[in-house]
């Protein structure tokens, strides 16, 4: 189907959102460990605000370098618990979104967005404490032509990402996990989030022993 120069994929599957409050008790580093050091985005894609954390499903969006006219019609096809993930070239003259479609993503239920490009009104998105990851910050607004494609598969961070994949993001960067090793990864996890846990008591000893 496309609307008016955008093209969009027939409607895909979303993960229950009970799975996905299983991950948000998760770090990044531990997902990722957990899933052998694999699906994790490039550094260089980062919070815009200290502290934003995020897990969604992912609702892809790829747009022309510059131009965001995708990224709104995106809007039109979030379902509560989506996480937009935008392919936008990583192009640092242009902000693909700021606090408005910020505001709207959430309105919508959007969980966050992770865009590989630049954004604007980082201030204000931590006013609203919407999380977004991004390349980086330019006052400079994008243009609104298209063309583009929501609910494709896109490479974002040199991760190919797929429709209802699940995403999560913190200060640390993002990962993506795909739905069918979801149990997998938080059977690893957990057995990480143990031993990390053990290795702590064994410091916590050893203060206690220097302090005595």
Do not use: C
Not at 73 to 85: E, F, M, N, T, Y
Not at 90 to 114: E, K
């Amino acid at each position: 189907m496309t609307e008016d120069n955008v093209r969009v994929q027939p409607e895909w599957n979303r993960v229950d959102q009970k799975l996905l409050d299983r991950f948000r008790a998760h770090s990044v580093a531990n997902l990722g460990d957990a899933l052998d050091r694999l699906n994790i985005v490039d550094g260089g894609i980062v919070p815009v605000w200290t502290g934003a954390r995020a897990v969604g499903t992912a609702l892809p969006v790829l747009s022309v370098a510059g131009d965001n006219k995708a990224v709104i019609a995106a809007l039109g096809h979030i379902r509560p618990g989506d996480l937009l993930v935008i392919n936008a070239f990583g192009h640092d003259g242009r902000a693909i979104m700021g606090d408005n479609l910020a505001q709207r993503f959430a309105v919508h239920g959007a969980t966050g967005a992770v865009v590989d490009g630049y954004v604007r009104d980082a201030a204000i998105i931590e006013e609203l404490a919407f999380p977004v990851f991004a390349r980086g910050l330019t006052p400079a607004g994008p243009f609104k032509n298209g063309p583009g494609t929501i609910g494709e598969a896109v490479a974002v961070g040199g991760v190919v990402v797929h429709p209802g994949d699940i995403v999560a993001a913190d200060g640390d960067g993002v990962i993506v996990i795909p739905p069918h090793r979801a149990e997998e990864a938080l059977e690893a996890v957990e057995a990480i989030v143990a031993r990390e846990a053990a290795l702590d008591a064994e410091v916590e000893a050893l203060r206690a022993e220097a302090a005595r």
